[in-house]
């Protein structure tokens, strides 16, 4: 679904209504089958994170909270979608999650000592709302991790040059940006960036009938030597490190 700018109270319902539903749905087919561990425990690794609250934005599954808890944090998420949330209590009925919009969090301000968003912000009816309120429940002391998706990375080059569009994307909510448009969401809306690691995975979408021994060789080498040879603002994904930025006067 093509994103458009909102202009009335019921067109912002009928777009939560819409998006909550398209990722229960989601939930329900290949997302319920989606953990990608490996970039959540890069994150937190980021973060260094240890101990005080965290939270997820958009958790999801649950996984990165999971993952957070065995570094001694003491971890919540909030995600728009049912299925979701029902999928991780499922697997660990401790977690303290809840359903709700991401861009109104039920939280006081300067709540928690680290605040993640994986791969999420991009789906979002107003991501600059989103930013603001991560900026708001965020402590002035700490740091927040945005994953978010490259406009211009090889795999999207690559698709244009052989059929002049990107790839189709598997979620009906999506933006995408380059690095410097993202950071630039994030300055404008209460974070500062300390810090961008790229992510990168390998080009699995864009397999051919008949040259699938190609592709699968291509990517154990892409594995590999991703991040020897991938500059940050090619790759698939960046993840900014931000701070709370300072109050203006």
Known sequence: MPLKSLTTRQEVANSIYEL??????LYQEWLGDYHNISLYKSILSQLNVKYGKLLDVACGMGDLLELAEKRWSISYGIDISRIALRNAKNKNPSLRIIEGDAENLPWPSETF??????????????????????????????????????????????NVYKTGSILPELQDFERFATRHEWHGLLSENGLKVLAVYKYNTGF????????????????ILYHFFRDQWIPTNLSFALTFICTKAPSKP
Do not use: M
């Open 204 to 219: 699995s979408r864009i397999f051919k009938k008949g040259r699938e021994p190609f592709w699968y060789i291509y990517n």
């Open 113 to 158: 000592d680290y605040v993640t968003c994986v791969g999420s912000l991009e789906h979002f009816i107003n991501p600059e709302k989103g930013v603001q309120e991560i900026a708001r429940v965020l402590k002035s002391t700490g740091l927040a991790a945005i994953n978010l998706p490259n406009s211009h990375h090889l795999q999207a080059i690559y």
């Open 20 to 25: 909550r539903e398209s990722y229960n749905r």
